[in-house]
């Protein structure tokens, strides 16, 4: 080997000599050189990676020679290979743009989702210094700029990913490299205003919850100054340290963090001077020359100059740098306003910046928006909100639309700061509620209630005109009105009580909804785009909106309001979205009004008072709109189910929903939000019942006992059935044993046995469908835990709505399985469910989820399926599971290892990605008598083997490398 070594470093300075002709002229002796960066030896691997920045900068014309063996090194199991063929590429790429192909940056690129740490950094600096050079300073011209216009977003979107780390290197490039924190303020504002236009959508997403996570931890550092400076008592002291724990679960490496975090306070409790410097720089007036200055200040005061490495001040640092607003303050906003104005005056750069004028306009608006929420007091200038003032009279709907955002963020102090700004808005915002479209007419209200002191008044002059003008039969002149009044109705319920109450009886149900005017297009579509949908359907929708606001207003069932409404709301569930059933209404349309009526339950089910009221039949009926046979109500009803349960608003039962369909990355994260909530809350264990995911068990046994489908107890299909959707639920829950968990799974289902339905505690069948799921659950929890026998940590409470109290004097051990079910029970671990990997995942991956229910849930719009026969039924036709393991949110994306042979009737792609998870070597060991029996050729085994060793950084295991070298 170190003959190799020493050979290798020899030919390396002989064929990178800038001036060297040797590959050209001994082609042979350059292959059997290029072998070498697959030799068996990693310092010979390294020799090479090594040697390519050089050759790439004296050779160009052998680019296209490296690329191919510096692709394989990119996934070499040794991480400072990996680590090096990056520092080469970059190298290169920083001298000339030019000297490295779009190949060899995709392998950059690739590597910023390496398992190693040390890895992804510098392939993610590589790339920002790349952006810096070529995109912002623009060393290379247009050409060059637009080659590497793809990194920017890249960059942001590790945003997305699990790490801390990953995170806090993004915020750091984004201050540094793409929007530099010490450009003077037009420049850096100019430069943010192009980003922001030019980013993809999910570019966008990220760079906001990047905005919103360092407002979030601004804020928690300001309540825990504002603690420290209370008197110290036991309370504020325990104040203080959940405060801490919080703040240190926003920095790398929590366990320190937590420590150096406790340090700090006690630096901020004995030292008024950085607690004072720390104060203005989290105060909402901190202006960014101010903030650079209160961050050298607290740095220098905790600084050592006889200790050169001190961690202390590292993880300070990173706490200063996320929470210093180094970009925005009301200068910056003054600024960016300016350059908005530019592009709607026409002197704006725009064309040269590559960007249409119209979208650098929307673009800055949706900036200006975003920074209303996380910077408002930036806003308060007269300056400001004149040209905001001439937004909302632009002609764009969006512009305007998002400068009434703006208004009603940051407009609390008009009326006394900017009287003149007051009398100018406010015939704006009654000619936008009168007469504006829906959503300017939405915020216009929003406006008033945020901006004026007078707003009954003003609520008075829009709600009474408006009112007497409604006519059910001029539809469209009915939609802004409806909006206007709901806002009205949800914002001053008690103003308008009387006449809102007489409007939504005659007016809203009779004239409306239990009408239907105009027949529908005769179409065998079940979803249409919305400018399809007909103009009575969108009054009908506009319609429940607007009860929905009205309760939401109300807060309170004393009128019964809210059980008749909910009664009208399961009538429309219950007939297909066709209220009069007079057959006069298009399937398009029914869809609709399906989708607005499953929506209205769940806005509703997320108030209390309304929740109490829904009876268990109108809450079963609201969850099969998550099987409806139109796919776009399924989705976007499933959307609207995890918002409200992502946020803690919706109960724990509407969690159990998630059972009757595949949408489990939302599934996953609730569960995961839920026990990371009560880990950070200890002090609400009496809300255990609501909060703790293992209390969603009791809640999907009734709703699956109660499941239409379920009809024969004993049908072995049914019961399959039944199986996948309690495992779908089961598997996420059972994933890890927390707290012995798998015993109290048990208990809680055997406590249930003792039980009956309280829906129909005297229905022997309704009673046996019940002990027959609990079985089935119980099966399951037996198969795949080695625990659930242990002493249950806790008795399990069951939701008395739902269950009848267990009665101790009877044991009901009797087993209502069919004795043919057994088979279907196969032991097994739960696989650990990767959560936000899920859920983050670009749509090339995490869109094609498993679908437990494939004969109800579709693949393709209902649209172009035109509602074929073959289509589902909304609860009917259930087929069994087909399971799809998701490879980790890591490293790589497989392809076939052989793309140009023909193969035998299976997919070569399919069965490699199915294998390579599992360790090959031991494949060949056990079961290549198994492998023969299925008729896979050997050859495959082999190409299993190569690409493995691919792969093999993923896992920390060599033992095959050699093989397939």
């Excluded at 950059?108 to 995109?135: C, N």
């Excluded at 094609?848 to 209902?862: A, D, H, L, P």
Aim: proline fraction near 5%; include cysteine.
């Amino acid at each position: 080997m170190e003959e190799r070594l020493q050979v290798v470093k020899l030919l390396a300075k002989m064929f990178g000599a800038k001036d060297s002709e040797l590959a050209s002229q001994n082609k042979p002796l350059w292959q059997c050189y290029l072998g070498r960066f697959n030799d068996i030896h990693v310092p010979i691997r390294l020799e090479c990676v090594k040697f390519a920045s050089h050759c790439l900068m004296n050779h160009p014309d052998l680019a296209k020679d490296l690329t191919e063996y510096l692709k394989v090194r990119s996934h070499d199991p040794e991480e400072a290979i990996r680590h090096d063929v990056i520092v080469s590429i970059v190298t290169a790429a920083k001298k000339d743009l030019l000297l490295v192909n779009d190949h060899l940056l995709n392998f950059v690129r690739e590597r910023t989702l390496d398992k190693r740490w040390r890895v992804r950094k510098e392939a993610m600096m590589g790339l920002a210094q790349i952006y810096k050079k070529y995109s912002l300073q623009s060393e290379a011209g247009k050409e060059a700029a637009k080659q590497i216009s793809w990194i920017k977003d890249k960059l942001l979107h590790i945003y997305y990913q699990n790490s801390i780390d990953d995170r806090l290197l993004v915020e750091r490039i984004f201050a540094q490299y793409m929007v530099p924190h010490n450009l003077e303020t037009n420049e850096r504002m100019k430069c943010l205003y192009y980003l922001y236009a030019t980013l993809d959508s999910n570019a966008v997403k990220a760079l906001n919850e990047m905005w919103k996570c360092q407002n979030l931890l601004r804020h928690q550092v300001k309540d825990l100054v504002d603690l420290i400076k209370q008197p110290k008592t036991d309370a504020s002291s325990k104040a203080i340290f959940s405060k801490v724990m919080v703040i240190t679960r926003n920095l790398p490496d929590p366990g320190k963090a937590q420590d150096f975090m406790k340090k700090f306070t006690q630096v901020l409790e004995d030292d008024e001077k950085i607690r004072s410097q720390l104060e203005m720089l989290v105060s909402p007036t901190c202006s960014c020359k101010q903030a650079e200055g209160c961050v050298r200040e607290i740095t220098k005061k905790l600084g050592n100059p006889k200790q050169p490495t001190n961690p202390f001040l590292e993880m300070i640092k990173f706490l200063l740098e996320r929470i210093a607003p180094v970009h925005i303050d009301t200068e910056s906003i003054s600024a960016l306003i300016k350059q908005v104005n530019k592009s709607i005056d026409g002197t704006a750069d725009d064309e040269d910046e590559g960007v249409p004028t119209d979208q650098a306009i929307r673009a800055g608006l949706e900036l200006l928006k975003v920074l209303s929420f996380t910077h408002p007091i930036s806003f308060h200038s007269a300056e400001t909100f004149e040209s905001l003032l001439a937004c909302l009279k632009m002609d764009d709907e969006k512009v305007a639309e998002a400068a009434l955002q703006i208004f009603k963020n940051t407009g609390s102090k008009i009326e006394e700061d900017f009287p003149h700004i007051r009398s100018a808005l406010l015939p704006v915002l009654h000619h936008k509620a009168k007469k504006g479209p829906p959503r300017q007419a939405k915020y216009a209200i929003h406006c008033i209630n945020a901006i004026f002191s007078s707003k009954e008044t003003q609520f008075a002059q829009i709600f009474e005109p408006l009112h007497k003008s409604l006519d059910p039969s001029n539809f469209e002149h009915l939609i802004t009105p409806l909006v206007t009044i709901g806002h009205i109705a949800m914002l001053a319920p008690d103003q308008f009580a009387a006449p809102l109450k007489s409007l939504v009886a005659t007016f809203i149900v009779k004239d409306l909804l239990m009408n239907d005017r105009l027949p529908g297009k005769k179409t065998t579509k079940l979803w249409v785009p919305d400018e399809e949908v007909s103009p009575e359907t969108l009054v009908k929708i506009q319609a429940i909106k607007m009860m929905v606001r009205w309760l939401l207003g109300m807060k309170n069932n004393h009128s019964k309001s809210g059980t008749s409404t909910l009664r009208l709301l399961t009538t429309i569930l219950h007939s297909d979205g066709d209220l009069t059933e007079q057959g006069k209404i298009s399937k398009p349309d029914m869809s609709r009004l399906r989708l607005a009526a499953g929506s209205a339950i769940v806005k509703l089910a997320q108030e209390p008072c309304y929740h109490e009221i829904i009876t268990l039949e109108q809450y079963q009926l609201c969850a099969l709109a998550i099987n409806d046979e139109c796919y776009q109500v399924r989705q976007i009803f499933a959307q609207k189910l995890h918002k409200g349960l992502s946020r803690l608003r919706l109960p724990l039962e509407y969690m159990a929903i998630c059972a009757l369909c595949a949408k489990d990355p939302c599934l996953v994260k609730n569960i995961n939000v839920r026990r990371e909530y009560l880990k950070q809350h200890a002090a609400v264990s009496e809300k255990l019942l609501s909060l703790l995911p293992e209390y969603v068990v009791p809640y999907t046994i009734h709703l699956l006992a109660h499941d239409p489908d379920y009809v024969k107890v004993q049908d072995i299909e049914q019961l399959k059935d039944i199986k996948e959707c309690l495992w779908f639920i089961l598997e996420i829950l059972m994933a890890k044993n927390e707290n012995n968990s798998h015993a109290f799974i048990r208990k809680m289902v055997e406590n249930i046995k003792q039980t009956k339905d309280a829906q129909g505690p005297d229905d022997a069948k309704m009673n046996e469908k019940l002990y027959t799921v609990c079985d089935v659950a119980m099966n399951i929890i037996m198969s795949k835990s080695t625990t659930y026998s242990l002493e249950s940590p806790k008795d399990p409470v069951l939701p008395a709505r739902y269950f009848t109290q267990p009665d101790k004097n009877f044991s009901n051990t009797k087993n209502y399985l069919p004795p043919e079910m057994k088979s279907f029970f196969t032991p097994g671990k739960p696989k650990a469910a990767n959560v936000l990997g899920a859920v983050n995942k670009p749509l090339s991956s995490a869109g094609k989820q498993s679908q437990s229910k494939s004969s109800r849930m579709e693949t393709v719009s209902n649209a172009s399926s035109s509602s074929n026969p073959s289509s589902p039924g909304r609860i009917k036709g259930r087929l069994d599971s087909t399971e799809m393991d998701h490879s980790e949110n890591e490293d790589f994306t497989l392809s076939s290892p052989l793309p140009g042979k023909k193969t035998d009737k299976r997919d070569d792609s399919d069965l490699v990605r199915s294998l390579t998870g599992f360790k090959i070597v031991l494949i060949l060991n056990k079961h290549i008598a198994k492998l023969l029996q299925e008729n896979i050729k050997l050859q495959w085994v082999a190409e299993w083997c190569h690409c493995y060793a691919e792969l093999q950084c993923q896992h920390n295991s060599e033992d095959i490398i050699h093989m397939s070298l």
